[in-house]
């Protein structure tokens, strides 16, 4: 029976342009590596260089590799089975749990974190049983193919069963990329956030009201079914459904280790036109250059939009605020950056950090027969208090 811990950490976007990081002790030495949160995945990696598992004296040593690709990059390593702990906490801690100690990276895979904790179900995190043991990595033949497929129980699924703790995570944030409005980005407030494991809810200091909850549709990924775009007060855009294949679950994704609201070709020229004929042509083509001065961008003057998404019961919807999908003093201070963008090719609509920013979003995966919500709740009103309440 789970109880209702809960453990709280502090998350920054800084080391990697709007993607959230938060500590993680591994191994005997207690190592401490940044790592991305990641609902878009379900592997736990760190790179060699910061954490080296001969030197480890938990480490125990696998026949299984990874080799993982996303849009960004990809990485190969070893699997080792080591001691993993959030937080300095022993409820977030595990004494022996798979990890990949990559060795090869392609693209920027990681920015200036050392690797990625991901969130996802365990679909997501494929492995290859190897003939050879897979440590030191020149014991692993490439291609990691050669090896069987098999699946590893990903870390946050063992850590909620070892430890009783509620089946849920929740972030709390405010910024899908950085703010530069002080010299120094990593002291701003805005640029971090909390990331909590377990009985979320008792942090009722982070959040205010009732919650709106979406509908996980299937578990490869944290699956939605966005109904509409709606831009202020204009006809609704309708986003089509689409069949379930091996490749393509639903029609779009909640992902937190996207800094965009990514959607597909049609819906991201929609919008734009939708923009331009109620609001002004001048306003379409600035979204669609996606940066803008702060001084001649008027942010008060862009509408709401309104993204609707199939719920338990009955259809849910959420309001991203121009000071969202336009991230102001980004790249640089005095700058805006638009956060919305067009896949550039037929996929999912890939709805990242901007969907949580300003809620208290828990990914709730014990309800609906354990496949799972989305919920969310406003954060307190005062900008103040949430600022305050965001500081290490």
């Not at 453990?7 to 500590?23: A, F, H, P, Q, S």
């Not at 995570?169 to 494991?197: C, E, W």
């Not at 307190?380 to 500081?391: F, R």
Request: aromatic share 8%.
């Amino acid at each position: 029976m789970s109880d209702k811990t809960f453990i709280k950490c502090t998350i920054t976007n800084t080391l990697r342009e709007g993607d959230y990081t938060c500590v993680m002790e591994v191994g005997s030495g207690t190592v401490k590596v940044n790592l991305i949160l990641d609902t878009g995945s379900s592997v736990l990696a760190v790179h060699s260089h910061k954490y080296n598992p001969s030197n480890d004296s938990h480490a125990e040593f696998t026949h299984l590799a990874q080799s993982i690709s996303y849009n960004s990059g990809a990485w190969s390593g070893a699997i080792i089975k080591t001691s993993l702990k959030i937080a300095s906490s022993k409820k977030a801690q595990l004494d022996s749990a798979p990890i990949a100690a990559v060795d090869s990276t392609e693209g920027d895979m990681f920015g200036e974190a050392d690797g990625i904790l991901g969130l996802a179900y365990q679909n997501l995190d494929t492995a290859y049983l190897m003939p050879e043991q897979t440590w030191p990595q020149s014991n692993t033949p490439k291609p990691l193919t050669k090896g069987v497929k098999t699946t590893i129980t990903p870390f946050y699924t063992q850590l909620i069963k070892q430890n009783s703790l509620e089946n849920k995570f929740a972030f709390v944030t405010q910024r899908s990329r950085i703010s530069h409005a002080l010299d120094d980005p990593k002291s701003d407030p805005l640029n971090s956030g909390y990331f909590i494991m377990g009985a979320c809810e008792q942090c009722t200091d982070l959040y205010q009201g009732e919650f709106k909850s979406i509908k996980i549709v299937h578990d490869k990924f944290y699956n939605t079914n966005l109904l509409s775009v709606q831009v202020g007060n204009t006809k609704p855009i309708n986003i089509p459904s689409v069949e379930w294949s091996q490749q393509t679950s639903s029609n779009s994704i909640v992902d937190s280790g996207t800094n965009s609201i990514l959607l597909s070709p049609e819906v991201f020229q929609a919008l734009v036109t939708k923009i331009s004929s109620s609001n002004s042509a001048e306003k379409g083509s600035t979204l669609s250059l996606g940066v803008a001065m702060m001084n001649e961008l008027d942010i008060k003057s862009w509408p709401d939009l309104t993204f609707t998404f199939e719920g338990p019961e009955e259809e849910t919807s959420l309001t991203l605020t121009p000071e969202t999908y336009w991230q102001e003093n980004n790249p640089a201070a005095g700058v805006a950056k638009c956060v919305l963008k067009s896949t550039g090719g037929p996929t999912v609509n890939i709805l990242g950090l901007p969907l949580l920013n300003n809620h208290f979003t828990i990914f709730d995966r014990s309800a609906s027969d354990g496949l799972g919500l989305i919920r969310f709740a406003a954060l307190p009103n005062n900008a103040s208090a949430k600022v305050n309440k965001l500081q290490p």
